[in-house]
């Protein structure tokens, strides 16, 4: 690409050599300066506008929604990870170039909104391709996503619905028939009554709280107070419920663990609501791509605000997951009057993609925030007092729908301590539990050699399960005379290990790894690879395919074609079947027997092994961490190089740069 001829003040192939050197050394990727050349193509761009750009589309890639003009005017070198003086060589190849970097926020905005390539938020629009508002600059994109998000999401909070409280609590009491364990509230219940009342419910809360088994009794609940409907309004027979979450993956286990806890309730309930019968009529769980109507090769999809989904209420899984542009799409496709229910966890690690939407929508749900009206209703609807901590009398409209589950009915064991610990940044904890477990259900590696995750991965550790060679065991041992069941035992046992990473890069990382386990299989002639697809090979799809249905992040196990022996097929779970792709016809794909913890989210393994690098960098955080640990179901086992890096990691927050907390007031 040749530079853009630069007005006769400025000396900006000066400014791009040092964008490319830093490029060169890894420290920005390409589309970073890529941009900032674009948009020096497009007006007279002094280079504080440069500069700008070059770090919000940098940041873009790391998630965030916008740049924060305070952290131009400081220093922005943390957040990118950057130690070895690389703002200070940009800001001076800023003054060489013609002009210097403003000292302050103010100095910011002033430079930035008198180019012509950015609109200022309220002056005249000429959909120019950056935005500035107030104190942050966007690319329109995201603007436009996050005015979205923010706008619906407060119309949605303020919306109230009617509700009969006596008949809502002689309800609640038949659904919540176990009494709270903990002393306390029962969220669970003042969850269900706060989702009735409003048009927006959040529910969020750590692994095994009982998010699903609390919406499946919201659910019913919901069916049981439609009544007949009058006009505009559905009754209990047409009400239309949707079922959906970021993958595949988590979809099918939302729509079992709703359908079993539906099925048992229905029993316990008998001829009172016919809830087989209404449960029937839901179908199954999709993902949000499918559900919107996804279009091959184009941002847009078939539902949105002038074609809206055809739902009363849908309730969408792991909505910590969702990133700010589908969160927009979603709000946007949702009829006014649809209930939308979110369910996740606000201290997972936020989507891959730019936004923290659940975290900015649950930045106050420790504190609940519930004003006296809340209270009243909680109170009438489920005879639950919510206690003083957690009632304010200015808590917004936002925090009247968002209801926080305290109490985790599967992680109370060790697992579930040093969840809590990396949870409250408490390095000390995590390491006493680590070392401290007596019943064996942690491991930690400290010190560990490349050597011990290859054991790992192939043995397993006794006690806790045998890696990967338990699987490649039984596809060595072949079909039998059922093949379905087969590759739903391989797929069963291929789920009850895996390996997890914090980074992409380097030996230990995803792609070192990789290779190294898949070495080391060959080795142990668990494996015998042919190129690039073997008999037994794991793989994750990288990007939507909709020819062959399959989603980025789907897992497969890679087996012999049953009907031609020659070629080979990859399975892929799907609710309690499977389902198969010619593995030539899959085109993005990588290996998985190392997978990142980003996307593990929405899976569990009964051991999972977190492998952390030999030092600290810019992804390692605690959400990471958090996120890492709860993929565990029985067994969890750490590895670590460098011990100091698990405080290191625990001691840092990913905290991603979004306007939504302010526009929502949380
Ligand atoms: N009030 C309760 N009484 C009895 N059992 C409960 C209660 N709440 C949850 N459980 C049980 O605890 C387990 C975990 O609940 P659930 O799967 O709903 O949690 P979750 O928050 O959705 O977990 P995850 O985030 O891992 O999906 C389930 O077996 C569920 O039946």
Request: charged share 25%; hydrophobic share 40%; with cysteine.
């Given at each position: 690409m040749t530079d853009p001829k630069p007005p006769a003040a400025l000396d900006l192939p000066a400014l791009f050599e040092t964008i490319d050197a830093l490029t060169e050394s890894g420290k920005l990727r390409r589309l970073a300066g890529a941009f900032a050349r674009f948009v020096a193509t497009l007006g007279h761009a002094p280079p504080p506008l440069l500069l700008a750009c070059l770090l919000l589309s940098e940041l873009e890639g790391r998630g965030h929604s916008c740049l924060v003009l305070a952290d131009m005017a400081g220093d922005p070198s943390p957040q990118l990870g950057w130690l070895d003086g690389e703002w200070a060589a940009l800001r001076a190849a800023a003054t060489r170039a013609g002009s210097a970097l403003p000292r302050n926020v103010n100095g910011w905005r002033v430079a930035l909104q008198g180019c012509e390539q950015v609109w200022p938020v309220g002056d005249l629009d000429f959909n120019q391709p950056l935005?500035?508002?107030?104190?942050?600059?966007?690319?329109?994109?995201?603007?436009?996503?996050?005015?979205?998000?923010?706008?619906?999401?407060?119309?949605?909070?303020?919306?109230?619905?009617?509700?009969?409280?006596?008949?809502?609590?002689?309800?609640?009491?038949?659904?919540?028939?176990?009494?709270?364990?903990?002393?306390?509230?029962?969220?669970?219940?003042?969850?269900?009554?706060?989702?009735?009342?409003?048009?927006?419910?959040?529910?969020?809360?750590?692994?095994?709280?009982?998010?699903?088994?609390?919406?499946?009794?919201?659910?019913?609940?919901?069916?049981?107070?439609?009544?007949?409907?009058?006009?505009?309004?559905?009754?209990?027979?047409?009400?239309?419920?949707?079922?959906?979450?970021?993958?595949?993956?988590?979809?099918?286990?939302?729509k079992q663990s709703i359908d079993a806890a539906l099925d048992e309730l229905a029993g316990k309930l008998g001829a009172d609501l016919p809830l087989r019968e209404l449960a029937g009529r839901m179908g199954g769980a999709r993902t949000l791509h499918s559900l919107l109507g996804a279009r091959p090769d184009t941002r847009?999809?078939?539902?949105?605000?002038?074609?809206?989904?055809?739902?009363?209420?849908?309730?969408?899984?792991e909505a910590s997951m969702v990133h700010l542009e589908m969160m927009a799409a979603l709000l946007a496709a949702l009829p006014p009057h649809a209930r939308l229910i979110l369910l996740g966890d606000k201290d997972q690690l936020a989507s891959v993609e730019a936004g923290a939407v659940l975290g900015d929508l649950c930045a106050q749900?420790?504190?609940?925030?519930?004003?006296?009206?809340?209270?009243?209703?909680?109170?009438?609807?489920?005879?639950?007092?919510?206690?003083?901590?957690?009632?304010?009398?200015?808590?917004?409209?936002?925090a009247q729908r968002i209801v926080m589950l305290r109490q985790s009915r599967r992680f109370g064991g060790p697992i579930g301590r040093?969840?809590?610990?990396?949870?409250?940044?408490?390095?000390?904890?995590?390491?006493?539990?680590?070392?401290?477990?007596?019943?064996?259900?942690?491991?930690?590696?400290?010190?560990?050699?490349?050597?011990?995750?290859?054991?790992?991965?192939?043995?397993?550790?006794?006690?806790?399960?045998?890696?990967?060679?338990?699987?490649?065991?039984?596809?060595?041992?072949?079909?039998?005379?059922?093949?379905?069941?087969?590759?739903?035992?391989?797929?069963?046992?291929?789920?009850?290990?895996?390996?997890?990473?914090?980074?992409?890069?380097g030996e230990w990382g995803v792609?070192?790894?990789?290779?190294?386990?898949?070495?080391?299989?060959?080795?142990?002639?668990?494996?015998?690879?042919?190129?690039?697809?073997?008999?037994?090979?794991?793989?994750?799809?990288?990007?939507?395919?909709?020819?062959?249905?399959?989603?980025?992040?789907?897992?497969g196990l890679t087996l012999p074609d049953p009907q031609r022996p020659d070629s080979l097929r990859v399975w892929f779970p799907d609710g309690e079947a499977v389902r198969s792709v010619l593995a030539t016809r899959l085109r993005n794909v990588?290996?998985?027997?190392?997978?990142?913890?980003?996307?593990?989210?929405?899976?569990?393994?009964?051991?999972?092994?977190?492998?952390?690098?030999?030092?600290?960098?810019?992804?390692?955080?605690?959400?990471?961490?958090?996120?890492?640990?709860?993929?565990?179901r029985e067994f969890f086992t750490l590895v670590s190089p460098n011990a100091a890096v698990l405080a290191q990691a625990i001691a840092e927050r990913t905290q991603r740069a979004s306007g939504l907390r302010q526009a929502l007031g949380t």
């Open positions: 935005v500035l508002d107030g104190e942050r600059l966007y690319l329109r994109r995201y603007w436009r996503d996050e005015s979205t998000v923010a706008a619906s999401v407060q119309s949605r909070a303020l919306a109230e619905h009617a509700v009969d409280t006596a008949a809502v609590r002689g309800w609640l009491d038949r659904l919540f028939h176990h009494p709270v364990r903990e002393g306390g509230p029962d969220w669970q219940k003042i969850a269900c009554a706060a989702a009735l009342r409003g048009q927006l419910a959040v529910i969020t809360g750590g692994p095994g709280t009982g998010k699903t088994y609390t919406v499946a009794r919201l659910l019913a609940l919901l069916f049981a107070t439609a009544g007949e409907g009058v006009q505009g309004v559905p009754g209990v027979q047409n009400l239309r419920v949707a079922l959906a979450a970021p993958t595949g993956k988590a979809a099918a286990r939302l847009s999809f078939v539902h949105n605000a002038g074609n809206p989904l055809e739902v009363d209420v849908l309730i969408v899984d749900a420790e504190s609940g925030n519930y004003d006296a009206a809340t209270c009243d209703y909680v109170l009438a609807a489920t005879g639950e007092t919510i206690p003083a901590a957690f009632r304010e009398r200015d808590g917004g409209p936002l040093l969840a809590l610990a990396v949870n409250r940044g408490d390095a000390d904890a995590a390491r006493d539990v680590l070392t401290g477990d007596s019943e064996r259900k942690l491991r930690w590696i400290e010190g560990a050699r490349p050597s011990d995750v290859l054991a790992l991965a192939v043995q397993g550790r006794p006690g806790a399960g045998t890696g990967y060679r338990d699987y490649l065991e039984l596809v060595r041992a072949g079909p039998g005379a059922d093949y379905e069941r087969w590759v739903r035992d391989v797929l069963h046992r291929f789920e009850q290990f895996r390996l997890l990473c914090a980074v992409r890069e792609g070192g790894l990789n290779e190294a386990i898949e070495a080391k299989l060959e080795g142990a002639k668990l494996i015998r690879r042919r190129g690039e697809w073997y008999v037994g090979r794991p793989v994750m799809v990288t990007r939507n395919d909709y020819p062959t249905g399959v989603y980025n992040g789907d897992i990588e290996t998985a027997f190392a997978m990142t913890v980003h996307k593990s989210q929405g899976s569990e393994f009964l051991h999972t092994a977190m492998v952390l690098p030999p030092q600290a960098n810019a992804v390692l955080a605690r959400e990471l961490v958090y996120t890492g640990i709860t993929r565990a």
